[in-house]
C-alpha cells in the first residue's frame, strides 16, 4: 500500500455563486507590499500589519518589535528580546485550588536587548511587510517610503539568529539594556566577523556581521547604547543569545553566515503512523562548495516525536533557550526535520470513542428504553428555528448537537423512523445556510482571501459573531457545520453532491491544504510549529495570538477526519488523524498540564488547565468567565 499523501488541495475552485465576493474589508493591510498568494490571517506575524505596528512577533525562542523610538537607545529599528524564566511576572494565587496555584504568568515586553538599526532611520521610518506564508514574513525598515534603502528581517518560527539585511545603510546595533562589553572575537570563517557582547544585564550575545565587500566592518563601540558601523553598508548582521559559554558559541559558529527564510511542511499516512517533514529555506554566504546548516530552535513536543529512526535526532544540540510559554526549546542544527506520530487515531468514528471492552453500543436494554423516551421528544423540536441565530458560531453549535442526537438515535438506538424524522429536519435547516440565506450570510472577502461573516459590514463592530469577520475563531465556528455535514452525508449519501462545495469551502477557509488553492492561505488556524491552532484574527495584541479551547481546535481536526471519511477524501481524512495527533502532544505539552509537566511553571501547573494560551503569556482564564466550569470544561 502506498502511503497517503496528507497536503492534496480539497479544491481550487472560486468559492460557490451564493457566496458573494467583496473587497471592502474593514481591517486595512497596512504596509503589506502586494503578492500573489493568500495572506495568513492568523499566524504570528499579524502584529506586523496591524493596528500601531508596534506590537512584538515572537517567532521562539524570541521575539521582534518595532521599537518606534521608545527605549533608553531611542531606536527606530528592530529590537530583539529573550526572556529568561526569572523574568516573568505573575499572578495571584488562586486558594480555592489545590496547592495556590497563579492566575497567570507572564513575560516583560519592551525589553530591547539588541537593536538592529541604522543611523538613517527616524521619525520617517517605515515599516512593511511581504512575502507573508504560513512559518515566515520579511519585515522591512526604510528610512522613508519609497525609499530604496532598508533593512530587511526575515522571520521564520524557530530561527536560530534574527538577521537584518542592509541595503546601503550605515549600521547602528543598539541596546537599551546598555552594553558593558562589546569584544571583537575574529572570523568563524572568511569573510563573516564576529563580537562577544555582555550587556548589563549579565546576559551574553554573539554578533555575526558578514558584508558583502568582504571588509571588516570594524563596529565602533559609541556609547553604552550605540555600536556604529560605516556608511553606506550592505551585507548581513545575525544576533543570537548565548548561555552556553564555549561551546554555545562553537554551535552558533558553525551555522553563521546563513539563515531561514521560509518553511514548508509536507506529510504522509500509512497503516496507522504519521509522519510529516518540516523543510527550511535558507539563502546567506556560501564557502567554497559548502552550504553550512542551519541553526533552528524545536519545541518539546517536536523533540518528542523526532523520528528515532531517521537523521534528525543526531542533529540536537546541548543548545537551550528559555521560551515564553512552550517550555525549553533546543537548538538544532539541520535544514529539515523528520518527525513521527505512531498512533493516528484512525479507528475513531462517529460514535463516542472507549478503550473500554464495554463501549457505547453495550448498552442493557433498561438504558435504552430511558434514552429512547428522552431521544423522541429532543429530536421533535424545531431544529430550523433553533439554528436560525445571528452568528456561525451559535447556529453551528445547534445543528452539530441535533446532528449527534440524530446519529445516536440511528446507530446506537437504531430507531430508524425516529433518526429519519431528525433527519429530515437537520437537513432543512442546513439547507438554510449552504443557501447562504441566513441572518448575516456570508462572503468571499478577496481582500484577506477567506469566507466571513457580512455581519461586521452591516453593524460595524468586529467583535460580531466572535469576531468572525476578522477571521477570529473559524476552525471554532466552521467545525460545527463540517460535522453536522459528514453526519448528513453519512446517513443519507444523496445528499452529499448537491452540498459538497459549500461544505468544502469552510474547510478550505479554516483548514486549505495546499498552496496550489490560491483563494484561501495555507493551513488559517493550524500551526504546524506549534502544534496546534491559534484562534485570534486580525486583532492587534501586545501578546500576541492565542487560544484558549483546545477541545473546539481538536473536534475542527475531529470534523475535517469525519468529512474526509464520507466524501472519500483519503488525504483529508488523514491530515484530520495526524492533526489530532500532534494535537494530543501538544496538548500534553501545553495546555492539559499533568502533575510532573516541565513545560509550564511549577507555581502554575496546579491550574490543570492552561485556560488561554498566547504566545507571550498563559492566564487561567476564558474570554467569557472565570468560573472553574468555564476554564476546566
Known amino acids: 500500500m502506498d502511503p497517503t499523501d496528507v497536503f492534496l488541495p480539497v479544491a481550487t475552485d472560486a468559492p460557490p455563486l451564493q457566496i458573494p465576493s467583496r473587497g471592502d474589508h474593514p481591517a486595512p493591510r497596512l504596509g503589506i507590499v502586494p503578492q500573489n498568494i493568500p495572506i495568513s490571517t492568523n499566524k504570528f506575524y499579524a502584529n506586523l500589519f496591524l493596528g500601531s505596528q508596534g506590537q512584538g512577533v515572537w517567532t521562539h525562542p524570541y521575539s521582534v518589535t518595532w521599537s518606534k523610538g521608545n527605549g533608553n537607545a531611542r531606536s527606530w529599528g528592530m529590537a530583539v528580546s529573550h526572556i529568561e524564566a526569572d523574568q516573568r511576572a505573575y499572578g495571584p494565587q488562586n486558594p480555592a485550588i489545590n496547592g495556590n496555584p497563579v492566575q497567570y504568568f507572564i513575560n516583560p515586553i519592551g525589553i530591547q536587548s539588541i537593536v538592529l538599526s541604522a543611523t538613517e532611520l527616524g521619525p520617517s521610518t517605515v515599516l512593511t511587510s511581504d512575502t507573508l506564508q504560513a512559518f515566515s514574513a520579511n519585515a ?149 562548495n559548502s552550504v553550512p546548516r542551519l541553526i533552528m530552535f524545536a519545541l518539546p513536543h517536536h523533540v518528542q516525536s523526532f523520528d528515532r529512526n531517521g537523521p534528525t535526532p543526531q542533529y540536537e544540540t546541548s543548545l537551550r533557550l528559555q521560551t515564553t510559554t512552550k517550555g525549553l526549546a533546543t537548538a538544532v542544527v539541520a535544514d529539515s526535520w523528520a518527525l513521527s506520530e505512531p498512533s493516528l487515531p484512525a479507528y475513531i468514528g462517529f460514535m463516542p470513542w472507549t478503550s473500554s471492552a464495554t463501549g457505547p453500543k453495550n448498552l442493557s436494554s433498561a438504558a435504552k428504553r430511558v434514552i429512547e423516551g428522552v431521544a423522541a421528544s429532543e429530536v421533535r423540536q424545531n431544529i430550523a428555528q433553533q439554528s436560525n441565530l445571528d452568528g456561525m458560531y451559535s447556529s453551528g453549535k445547534v ?64 467583535g460580531l459573531d466572535f469576531g468572525n469577520t476578522f477571521y477570529n475563531d473559524h476552525h471554532f465556528h466552521f467545525a460545527y457545520f ?93 491530515r484530520g488523524n495526524l492533526m489530532l495527533a500532534i494535537q494530543k502532544r501538544s496538548f500534553e505539552n501545553y495546555f492539559l498540564i499533568k502533575s510532573d509537566n516541565l513545560n509550564q511553571p511549577a507555581n502554575f501547573i496546579g491550574n490543570k488547565v492552561a485556560g488561554i494560551l498566547f504566545e507571550n503569556k498563559i492566564d487561567h482564564a476564558t474570554y467569557f468567565g472565570n468560573s472553574p466550569e468555564y476554564i476546566q470544561g
Not at 426 to 436: M, P
Not at 444 to 462: E, F, I, N
Not at 520 to 525: G, K
Request: charged share 15%; net charge negative.
Open 140 to 288: 522591512n525598515l526604510s528610512p522613508y517610503a519609497g525609499s530604496p534603502a532598508r533593512i530587511t528581517f526575515p522571520l521564520v518560527q524557530g530561527m536560530g539568529f534574527i538577521t537584518g539585511i542592509y541595503l546601503n545603510l550605515q549600521p547602528a546595533i543598539q541596546s537599551s539594556v546598555f552594553y558593558r562589553s562589546v569584544v571583537p572575537a575574529g572570523s568563524p570563517r572568511p569573510g563573516i566577523f564576529k563580537y562577544r557582547i555582555t550587556l548589563e544585564d549579565g546576559r551574553s550575545w554573539l554578533l555575526y556581521a558578514s558584508p558583502n565587500s568582504g571588509q571588516d566592518p570594524r563596529l565602533l563601540l559609541e556609547s553604552n547604547t550605540m555600536l556604529r558601523g560605516p556608511c553606506n553598508w550592505s551585507g548581513t548582521f545575525q544576533v543570537a543569545k548565548n548561555p552556553n559559554g564555549t561551546a554555545g558559541e562553537a554551535i552558533y559558529d558553525d551555522s553563521a553566515g546563513v539563515y531561514a527564510t521560509s518553511a514548508t511542511v509536507t506529510g504522509t499516512s500509512l497503516g496507522g503512523i504519521g509522519s510529516y517533514q518540516l523543510h527550511w529555506i535558507k539563502a546567506g554566504s556560501t564557502f567554497g
Open 399 to 462: 445543528l452539530s448537537k441535533f446532528a449527534t442526537l440524530v446519529y445516536a438515535i440511528y446507530d446506537l438506538e437504531q430507531l430508524f423512523d425516529l433518526a429519519k424524522e431528525g433527519l429530515s429536519q437537520l437537513k432543512i435547516a442546513f439547507s438554510r445556510f449552504a443557501a447562504n440565506n441566513q441572518i448575516n450570510p456570508l462572503v468571499y472577502d478577496t481582500a484577506w482571501s477567506g469566507v466571513v461573516s457580512s455581519s461586521t459590514y452591516v453593524l460595524g463592530d468586529p
Open 482 to 574: 463540517i460535522h453536522t455535514a459528514a453526519i448528513l452525508a453519512q446517513l443519507d449519501p444523496l445528499w452529499l453532491p448537491s452540498n459538497r462545495d459549500w461544505v468544502n469551502t469552510l474547510v478550505r477557509d479554516a483548514s486549505n491544504p495546499s498552496t496550489q488553492d490560491g483563494y484561501f492561505p495555507f493551513s488559517r488556524a493550524f500551526d504546524w510549529y506549534h502544534g496546534h491552532s491559534f484562534a485570534k484574527g486580525l486583532f492587534e495584541s501586545a501578546d500576541s495570538k492565542d487560544e484558549e479551547s483546545t477541545s473546539e481546535d481538536a473536534f475542527f481536526s475531529y470534523a475535517l477526519k469525519m468529512w474526509g471519511q464520507v466524501t472519500g477524501d483519503a488525504s483529508m481524512e488523514a
